[in-house]
């Protein structure tokens, strides 16, 4: 059974707003990691750097791959 094009144009509205969700909930958690591992002094900041790095570079990535593949 396929949806109505109403609950299809619902979805299509809503959909950005997820994307928000999800990208807001991303950036609190890793600026969350960043001030613990900052609270653990300065031989901890190139770690915090690269794995902060990793992970901006990993989302873009995801994001990219995401938007060629609908």
């Known amino acids: 059974m ?3 094009p109403r609950a299809d ?3 299509e509205l809503l959909f950005p707003v997820w994307q928000f ?3 807001v909930v991303v950036v609190l958690v ?3 990691a960043t ?3 900052a609270l653990r002094g300065p031989s901890r900041m190139g770690t915090v750097l ?4 990793a992970v ?3 989302i873009t990535v995801f994001g990219i791959l995401s938007t060629h593949s609908a």
């Open 35 to 37: 001030y613990r591992l």
């Open 2 to 4: 396929t949806p109505s």
């Open 56 to 58: 901006i570079v990993g």
């Open 21 to 23: 969700v999800i990208g």
């Open 50 to 53: 690269l794995v902060t790095g």
């Open 30 to 32: 890793v600026v969350i």
């Open 9 to 11: 144009a619902l979805l």
